[in-house]
């Protein structure tokens, strides 16, 4: 069984600072790892994901993670907030078995506000 | 190149009725998976269909029915509605790779 618990429902910066949104994974297999932005009455977004190669996973509009597999961690950063980052994140698991066609295991999400 | 389309994007139901979604998968994906997400909380695991048969489900009771057809894209079926069943309902299309996501079905149900 896979999980995946998110750390702080609300989280809220100020524009120009450091955005840490936090992810922690439970997974029996190794796991791939994603983070998904969700922008109100709308979809679901892949900002970025990590599937084995390197620990440190650059995606879109200047987000990244790192996998930590000693704190099983997936932790998404951004150096400098911007007024239109502010939405719903959500970190995402899946094992690696099968042919690709995976169910994703979601957190709760974490809303990010951007205070100017 | 249409990205996942889901029809309709909101609807009201009774409780004790049948609803039926719809979507379309992105041109050249074969796989679609679809998630409940209820307010406030990430979306859930329903379903996952490909080659027109169900592959995976989650821990959804048999109210919960879909098809898929073979132009790929996927009805979701809802039977005997409940209040809890209130959500936004968000389809997935993949080919194998990264997972696509449509802007959902707002399902109220009073």
């Known amino acids: 069984a896979q999980s995946v618990t998110q750390l702080g429902s609300h989280v809220s910066v100020s524009e120009g600072a450091l955005v840490l949104l936090r992810c922690n994974y439970s997974?029996?297999?190794?796991?791939?790892l994603f983070w998904y932005v969700q922008y109100p009455n709308q979809g679901l977004q892949l900002l970025l994901k990590y599937t084995s190669a390197a620990t440190l996973v650059k995606g879109i509009n200047g987000f990244e993670a790192e996998f930590k597999k000693s704190e099983t961690s997936f932790h998404l950063t951004k150096p400098s907030a911007h007024m239109s980052d502010a939405a719903e994140y959500f970190c995402a698991v899946s094992d690696r078995r099968g042919t690709g066609r995976r169910a994703l295991t979601f957190g709760s999400g974490t809303r990010l506000q951007v205070q100017p | 190149d249409a990205g996942v389309t889901q029809s309709p994007t909101h609807l009201i139901k009774t409780r004790g009725q049948q609803v039926t979604l719809r979507c379309s998968p992105k041109?050249?994906?074969?796989?679609v998976s679809w998630y409940q997400q209820a307010l406030g909380q990430g979306p859930q695991f329903i379903f996952q269909y490909y080659e027109e048969e169900e592959r995976q489900r989650g821990n959804f009771p048999d109210r919960f029915s879909g098809h898929q057809f073979p132009n790929y894209s996927s009805e979701l079926n809802v039977n005997a509605l409940l209040l809890g069943d209130s959500a936004l309902y968000l389809c997935a299309s993949s080919l194998g790779g990264d997972a696509a996501f449509g802007s959902g079905t707002r399902l109220t149900v009073v």
């Open positions: 997974s029996s297999v190794p796991p791939y």
């Open positions: 041109s050249g994906h074969d796989t």
